[in-house]
């Protein structure tokens, strides 16, 4: 656990490291010492495997995966990125007839008379052992004076709206922190559609696509009220939750009305620090949200699934945290023993998630969107007086990151 916890102080995932493994008894036909321009790798061939091995990485390859994964014209399309070939048809025992390792490729010749090729450097990109020791997306854990000291900039709409530079920065900073803000945006729904399609595709949900609300109680939901709003991620009764929240206030007559932005992913750390155990069953526990709506001619019961807190399995990476006790239904989908520890566990994270040390309030004002990743950052508001006119829209999660991916980013 101690190495596990190291880990978690760099980037908020639960990691094992490699380790040399080799299978007792088994008998390796070949042994040779493979070289590329800068990179030595020891490789072997068992019965049922290809191991591999690069400084203290040992990475096994079985045979049905190498045929799979053969990226040769006749099993997969490059111009599609799609495999071609029928994984339903590979031999479960299949061994190759040869293999070799020469000039930084592995070469493995099937019984058929196929050839598949890879190169070494590709192979350990695509390991398991590799996937466990990397984190899928880097990020920048933040409390209020952490955030405060980076001064990470906004994007000016007229750059954004024209510029590739301009939203590569604009969506490298949301990947970092999980919120970003677009300046000098005209206080419409129109141009908040306009700057939130620049970024995604829109999610439509029971909001509708475009929203646009005041405190009069229009739809079953504390937001539509004046009442401040504790931290929350939203949608938590959807199988899975909305990937991204954009906020434009554009009108406010009166007092309050603050956002309050918390990093979800900062408050986790700080509870596996501190307990362990408690991270893990936030983390096991599956918890139901529901959405009953019953106002205005709106007939909505929906209902959400999942762990407060969801890691990969492959690198146990924390990717999305499901909080929002306005929504959370009874607890029926655990032992009474396991409730317990439970609530235990979660009056910690609370209690990380309310230090004040860890509140970003910012005045959104009109002109100024800010874009929210709702599977990490938290959001609630002050209480206010006055008309306050806020519209917004939700934005999927796969859509943002392609673009970020399309951009050249880690994503």
Same mark, same amino acid.
């Given at each position: 656990?101690?190495?596990?916890?190291?880990?978690?102080?760099?980037?908020?995932s639960?990691?094992?490291?490699?380790?040399?493994?080799?299978?007792?008894?088994a008998?390796?036909?070949?042994?040779?010492?493979?070289?590329?321009?800068?990179?030595?790798?020891?490789?072997?061939?068992?019965?049922?495997?290809?191991?591999?091995?690069?400084?203290?990485?040992?990475?096994?390859?079985?045979?049905?995966?190498?045929?799979?994964?053969?990226?040769?014209?006749? =099993?997969? +399309?490059?111009?599609?990125?799609?495999?071609?070939?029928?994984?339903?048809?590979?031999?479960?025992?299949?061994?190759?007839?040869?293999?070799?390792?020469t000039?930084?490729?592995l /070469?493995?010749?099937?019984?058929?008379?196929?050839?598949?090729?890879?190169?070494? =450097?590709?192979?350990?990109?695509? /390991?398991?052992?590799?996937?466990?020791?990397?984190?899928?997306q880097?990020?920048?854990?933040?409390?209020?004076?952490?955030?405060?000291?980076?001064?990470?900039? /906004?994007?000016?709409?007229?750059?954004?709206?024209?510029?590739?530079?301009? &939203?590569?920065?604009?969506?490298?900073?949301?990947?970092?922190?999980?919120?970003?803000?677009?300046?000098?945006?005209?206080?419409?729904?129109?141009?908040?559609?306009?700057?939130?399609?620049r970024? =995604?595709?829109?999610?439509?949900?029971?909001?509708?696509?475009?929203? =646009?609300?005041?405190?009069?109680?229009?739809?079953?939901?504390?937001?539509?009220?004046?009442?401040?709003?504790?931290?929350?991620?939203?949608?938590?009764?959807?199988?899975?939750?909305? %990937?991204?929240?954009?906020?434009?206030?554009?009108?406010?007559?009166?007092?309050?009305?603050?956002?309050?932005?918390?990093?979800?992913?900062?408050?986790?750390?700080?509870?596996?620090?501190? /307990?362990?155990?408690?991270?893990?069953?936030?983390?096991?526990?599956?918890?139901?949200?529901? +959405?009953?709506?019953?106002?205005?001619?709106?007939?909505?019961?929906?209902? %959400?699934?999942?762990?407060?807190?969801?890691?990969h399995?492959?690198?146990?990476?924390?990717?999305?945290?499901?909080?929002? +006790?306005?929504?959370?239904?009874?607890?029926?989908?655990?032992?009474?023993?396991?409730?317990?520890?439970?609530?235990?566990?979660h009056?910690?994270?609370?209690?990380?998630?309310?230090?004040?040390?860890?509140e970003?309030?910012?005045? &959104?004002?009109?002109?100024?969107?800010?874009?929210?990743?709702?599977?990490?950052?938290?959001?609630?508001?002050?209480?206010?007086?006055?008309?306050?006119?806020?519209?917004?829209?939700?934005?999927?999660?796969?859509?943002?990151?392609?673009?970020?991916?399309?951009?050249? &980013?880690?994503?």
């Open positions: 656990m101690a190495g596990l916890l190291r880990h978690l102080r760099q980037n908020i639960l990691v094992s490291s490699f380790g040399k493994s080799h299978t007792k008894g008998y390796f036909q070949k042994r040779h010492l493979a070289s590329t321009t800068t990179t030595l790798y020891d490789w072997r061939a068992a019965d049922e495997y290809v191991e591999i091995s690069h400084g203290d990485a040992v990475m096994r390859f079985d045979y049905v995966w190498l045929r799979d994964t053969c990226r040769s014209a006749a =099993s997969y +399309n490059p111009k599609t990125s799609q495999r071609i070939l029928d994984t339903a048809s590979i031999d479960l025992n299949i061994r190759p007839a040869q293999t070799k390792v000039d930084g490729h /070469s493995l010749t099937w019984p058929d008379g196929h050839v598949t090729s890879y190169s070494l =450097s590709w192979l350990a990109e695509h /390991s398991h052992q590799a996937k466990t020791r990397t984190v899928l880097p990020r920048v854990l933040w409390n209020r004076d952490t955030y405060d000291a980076a001064q990470v900039p /906004s994007a000016r709409w007229e750059e954004f709206m024209s510029s590739e530079a301009e &939203l590569r920065s604009f969506v490298q900073n949301f990947l970092l922190y999980g919120i970003a803000f677009v300046d000098g945006v005209p206080a419409s729904v129109e141009a908040t559609e306009a700057v939130s399609e970024v =995604s595709i829109i999610r439509e949900t029971l909001y509708g696509r475009m929203w =646009s609300f005041t405190s009069d109680l229009s739809r079953g939901d504390t937001a539509y009220t004046t009442q401040a709003l504790d931290r929350h991620t939203d949608t938590t009764y959807l199988h899975e939750p909305c %990937g991204v929240q954009v906020f434009h206030c554009l009108q406010h007559e009166g007092t309050g009305g603050r956002t309050l932005l918390v990093d979800g992913f900062h408050a986790a750390h700080a509870v596996l620090e501190e /307990s362990p155990e408690s991270f893990q069953v936030l983390g096991r526990v599956p918890i139901r949200h529901e +959405n009953i709506e019953a106002e205005g001619g709106h007939r909505n019961h929906l209902v %959400g699934t999942g762990p407060v807190l969801s890691a399995p492959w690198n146990r990476e924390l990717y999305m945290i499901r909080y929002n +006790n306005y929504d959370r239904a009874p607890i029926d989908t655990a032992p009474p023993e396991e409730v317990r520890r439970w609530y235990a566990a009056r910690l994270l609370t209690a990380r998630l309310r230090d004040p040390g860890n970003l309030w910012v005045k &959104l004002t009109p002109g100024r969107v800010v874009f929210i990743d709702n599977w990490r950052v938290l959001h609630g508001r002050d209480s206010f007086t006055g008309l306050r006119r806020v519209c917004g829209c939700y934005l999927p999660r796969d859509d943002l990151l392609s673009t970020a991916r399309a951009l050249g &980013l880690l994503a």
